[in-house]
Structures are given as structure tokens and as C-alpha cells.
């Protein structure tokens, strides 16, 4: 199982990236996807998470109204759109799997079985 995050980069304050999450070995329709991301010196946030279903997603309230999470089960891959991105959005933001067959559900405080290496997304101001 492979998890192979994409797309991070250097923007101005304001912009905008799209994260990509690539999955291989497994199969995203059974499980759910969460964005994480680590600023240097600060805990793992966990900011966004799809269900296996697709019918749900969630948000934290650092990223609510700016970033947009979806799933593509045909390429197995899931997007992070990332909006009117600021300074404190720097940090390296990992996409992880956890197995969920079938469930309308997912949390980013849960356990997930596989994490990605990372992508570094550097903000300025």
C-alpha cells in the first residue's frame, strides 16, 4: 500500500493550491481519507477527512470556508483544494487511509492504517 501526496508548493498569501493524494494497493471506496497537516514545532493537525461513501466530509475550523476536500474512486486519489491560503497554512500536510467499508463517517482524531510521506506547503506573506 502506497499513499503519495502531490501538488504542495511556494505561494503568496491570498492563493491557492490543490493537494493530490494518490493511493495504490488499496482501493479508496473502502476507506476513509483524511488530511493532515505539521507545522515545525507544533502537534499534527488533523484538517479535513472524506468517508469511505463519499456523503460526508469534515472540516476543521482552521481551514472551514477555504478548503474543499474530494475523491475521485475512479483514480483513486483524493484532492485537497486549498483557498485564500495564509501564512500559518504553512506545513508539511500528509493524506492518510483508514479502512471504513462502506461507512458515512470519518474523523481525523481516529486511528488511520496509512499515511503518506508528505508534501511541504510553504505560505508567504
Known amino acids: 500500500v502506497q499513499l503519495v501526496e502531490s501538488g504542495g508548493g511556494l505561494v503568496q498569501a491570498g492563493g491557492s493550491l490543490r493537494l493530490s493524494c494518490a493511493g495504490s494497493?488499496?482501493?479508496?471506496?473502502?476507506?476513509?481519507i483524511g488530511w493532515f497537516r505539521q507545522a515545525p514545532g507544533k502537534e499534527r493537525e488533523g484538517i479535513s477527512c472524506?468517508?469511505?461513501?463519499?456523503?460526508?466530509?469534515y472540516y476543521g475550523d482552521s481551514v472551514k470556508g477555504r478548503f474543499t476536500i474530494s475523491k475521485d474512486n475512479a483514480e483513486n486519489t483524493v484532492y485537497l483544494q486549498m483557498n485564500s491560503l495564509k501564512p500559518e497554512d504553512t506545513a508539511v500536510y500528509y493524506c492518510?487511509?483508514?479502512?471504513?467499508?462502506?461507512?458515512?463517517?470519518?474523523?481525523?482524531?481516529?486511528?488511520?492504517?496509512?499515511w503518506g510521506q508528505g508534501t511541504q506547503v510553504t505560505v508567504s506573506s
Open positions: 494497493g488499496l482501493t479508496f471506496e473502502d476507506f476513509a
Open positions: 492518510a487511509a483508514q479502512f471504513q467499508y462502506g461507512s458515512s463517517w470519518c474523523s481525523v482524531i481516529s486511528e488511520y492504517d496509512y
Open positions: 472524506i468517508s469511505s461513501s463519499d456523503d460526508f466530509t
